[in-house]
């Protein structure tokens, strides 16, 4: 069961109260992208072994959403942060880096 | 190969065992191959079989980063139906099916195919619209199934309440001829077969890198060292992505948790298999006399083969009310497996961007009913280049929008 904190109004609940929905950051495609760029942005993602940011949403909570920093090999989950984000803050990223010393933030996609 | 018969088993009695071979070598990698399959699951395995039955190429390794058919193959509910709303869903799972209802004499190695009879509950209205479609779909295809009423439900499964308050039983949708098998013998006895043809099955050898010249694969790096290949078929389900990751392409697909646990063993109490997809949970009783029970997947991206505890309860809760014998049982064990799930819910059989690198992955939740016809479709297009059963499940479909939407039609089971 994965311990989750609300960045949005602050309650920390185990994983029954939220929801998850897949890999956060996601840059939208529309009108007048390629083919390509469209269906990466529909059905291509993420699956990494390892450190994976993802949405979630309070769901039975205050219904926001919010992303969250997480590892699928081990669940251990490195926090929580606002979805009104392009890129995971600064202090995740240290979080994360002090469990996992040899992982390394990836530039955002242009 | 010695031939398993009742012969073999008279003289071996004779001799106090001491007659019996190996069922397959032990083998180490060579320096080359003309196909190298990735995974000796019952997928991988399945594949190899049908390059060399169906097109006399031998010439093959099987690698296996763990032991044989330690992963989703030896870790599902062994259910077996074709059943599909789509007519290439159809095409490769009644293949499947019926290849199953040979394999035992194809093999010479006892699956334990039993043909019980599967049933879909229906427990919401929309269930009962969704299944009565999907029967008048399966009369078009030639899949033998039909929409049968409560009553009758509970004539097959007199275990069953059908009159429960928050999942009564609305009807089913039954295909007859759909059941369950030995889930290791059928990776045992496809290695076995392989083995026989000349083929390596490598265990404990762990793929770490794919190599490619000028767009086109030359080889794999593992932990057993450099092997060349001609063919490269990667077909290891919820490790997909990672591998896909090495080769430098990636897949529509996300890997999660699916679990399942047993009870203790009791007397026979159901000869069939029933599935309640409004409940996500399957149910049969093995051999052992034990109840089966599949739940349904966790939530979010995942590798660690275990399944969530609320997800145990949530399913058993909800069977209870239409098994209400369960709630007397005792649970034995419970584990999980890693499936790879795509979009639509339909696998992909494809050749890869790579050029000689061929993909079988994204069977899902319900890979185990499509070992056989898997294999022999992937086998097919790994020696043609084509295959009549996988046009339709290309990596193309996702950017044409061509989907082969099962996840409508069938709610989270497969």
């Known amino acids: ?110 | 190969m010695k031939k398993y018969s009742v012969f073999a088993v008279a003289r071996e009695a004779m001799r106090h065992h001491t007659g019996w071979d190996r069922a397959w070598r032990d083998a180490q990698p060579k320096a080359k191959y003309d196909v190298i399959i990735i995974g000796a699951g019952g997928h991988g395995l399945a594949t190899a079989y049908y390059l060399g039955k169906n097109f006399g190429i031998t010439n093959v390794a099987i690698l296996e980063k763990g032991w044989l058919g330690g992963g989703n193959t030896g870790r599902n509910t062994t259910i077996i139906r074709s059943n599909y709303l789509q007519d290439p869903s159809a095409a490769i799972y009644e293949k499947s099916r019926s290849l199953y209802e040979t394999m035992s004499q194809d093999l010479n190695y006892n699956v334990m195919f039993s043909p019980r009879g599967v049933i879909m509950l229906a427990q919401t209205e929309h269930e009962v619209r969704g299944y009565k479609r999907t029967a008048h779909a399966n009369a078009l295809q030639g899949v033998p199934t039909e929409w049968i009423t409560p009553q009758r439900v509970k004539e097959l499964c007199p275990i069953m309440n059908i009159d429960g308050p928050r999942y009564p039983v609305l009807g089913g949708l039954w295909q007859a001829r759909g059941g369950t098998a030995r889930h290791d013998a059928v990776a045992w006895g496809y290695a076995r077969a392989c083995s026989d043809m000349g083929m390596d099955v490598i265990q404990q050898c762990e793929v770490t890198g794919v190599k490619s010249e000028g767009g086109k694969v030359t080889g794999v790096s593992t932990n057993k060292g450099d092997i060349a290949c001609d063919k490269l078929g990667m077909v290891v389900a919820g490790h997909s992505g990672h591998l896909a990751d090495m080769a430098g392409f990636r897949l529509p697909i996300e890997s999660v948790a699916l679990q399942a646990l047993v009870s203790e063993p009791i007397k026979p109490a159901m000869d069939i298999v029933v599935m309640a997809n409004t409940v996500h949970g399957y149910l049969s009783q093995s051999d052992k006399g034990e109840m089966v029970i599949g739940g349904g997947t966790d939530g979010y991206n995942n590798y660690t083969q275990r399944g969530s505890f609320h997800h145990i309860e949530e399913t058993v809760r909800a069977l209870i009310e239409t098994f209400p014998m369960l709630s007397r049982l005792k649970m034995l064990r419970q584990w999980g497996g890693i499936v790879d799930v795509t979009g639509d819910r339909s696998p992909i059989l494809s050749k890869a961007p790579v050029d000689g690198i061929f993909i079988n992955c994204g069977w899902g939740t319900g890979g185990f009913k499509a070992i056989p016809g898997s294999g022999w479709a992937m086998a097919e297009l790994m020696a043609k280049g084509q295959s009549p059963l996988t046009d339709a499940f290309g990596l193309n479909r996702f950017q044409e929008g061509r989907f082969i939407d099962e996840s409508v039609a069938a709610g989270v089971a497969h």
Not at chain 1, 40 to 49: C, G, I, V
Not at chain 1, 55 to 82: D, I, P
Request: proline letters at 7%; one cysteine or more.
């Open chain 1, 1 to 110: 069961m994965l311990n989750i904190h609300c960045p949005c109004c602050g309650v920390t609940a185990e994983e029954t109260e939220f929801h998850a929905h897949g890999e956060a950051h996601l840059k939208r495609f529309g009108p007048g992208s390629t083919d390509d760029q469209f269906e990466s942005y529909l059905f291509m993602r993420k699956n990494p072994k390892g450190v994976h940011f993802e949405r979630w949403r309070h769901q039975n909570g205050c219904g926001k959403w919010f992303h969250v920093a997480r590892c699928t090999m081990t669940l251990e989950v490195f926090g929580s942060y606002s979805a009104q984000t392009y890129v995971p803050p600064q202090d995740i990223i240290d979080k994360i880096q002090h469990r996992r010393p040899d992982w390394s933030a990836e530039a955002p996609a242009p």
